[in-house]
């Protein structure tokens, strides 16, 4: 039962550089989530897909860019990376944009802008 | 708009006592309601949920009521052990509305001392 994957699980780069986060759902779910997570900021939305070729601006998507690439995939680009940048991701699904069973959630990924 | 509140932490308790989280919510008609935790160095996990007035969800000894008179969702347990130290999230969501999403509280951290 694997879920939410997200790859990588930690990642160092330097201002300037770019990377891309993957996610992967094995659920069958049609909505899928990239969060960020800051020490005493809670999770904030950057981009969210309703559904298999859609997605949407959450509260922080300035400097991110996403890609549903299909209904399982949805990736979340750094076209520049920033210090500002540096926080832990987390990407989630769910059957729906609010589901009655709410979201499931990847493991993480760490990632330090120097 | 929707809102989750959540009682502020960080909260510290010893081992076997009795834990209550606070949760309050606003939001119009129906909302299901959530709680998270987040082992540190994970990703969030669904601990309970509960769908509709006066259910009771529960889990590893955790429960929490939906009360639409006080529009709260408080999380308890009897006794907490060592392993419950994490951060724990409440969330609300309305599955018939839309674009919505889910809403999250900011989380609170809970410490148990041995």
């Known amino acids: 039962n694997a879920g939410v994957t997200q790859t990588p699980k930690f990642q160092v780069l330097k201002t300037g550089q770019s990377m891309t986060l993957q996610c992967a759902q094995d659920m069958n779910h049609n909505s899928m989530y990239w969060y960020r997570q800051d020490p005493g900021m809670g999770l904030r939305l950057i981009y969210y897909s309703a559904s298999e070729g859609t997605t949407d601006k959450g509260e922080v998507p300035n400097g991110y860019n996403v890609s549903r690439l299909n209904k399982r995939e949805f990736s979340l680009r750094l076209e520049s990376a920033a210090p500002s940048q540096t926080s832990v991701y987390f990407c989630?699904?769910?059957?729906?944009?609010?589901?009655?069973?709410?979201?499931?959630f990847g493991s993480g990924t760490r990632l330090t802008v120097v | 708009g929707n809102s989750v509140t959540q009682m502020e932490g960080p909260v510290t308790l010893s081992e076997e006592a009795f834990l209550t989280i606070n949760c309050t919510y606003t939001a119009t008609g129906y909302p299901s309601l959530f709680w998270y935790v987040q082992y540190p160095g994970e990703g969030l996990q669904l601990l309970l949920k509960?769908?509709?007035?006066?259910d009771k969800g529960s889990n590893k000894g955790f429960e929490a009521t939906y009360r639409k008179e006080t529009t709260s969702f408080h999380l308890e347990k009897g006794s907490v052990q060592v392993s419950d130290s994490a951060v724990y999230f409440c969330a609300l969501a309305r599955p018939n509305f839309g674009n919505e999403k889910l809403t999250f509280g900011t989380g609170t951290r809970l410490t148990i001392i041995p």
């Open positions: 989630a699904s769910s059957e729906a944009i609010a589901g009655r069973y709410g979201y499931t």
């Open positions: 509960a769908t509709k007035a006066d």
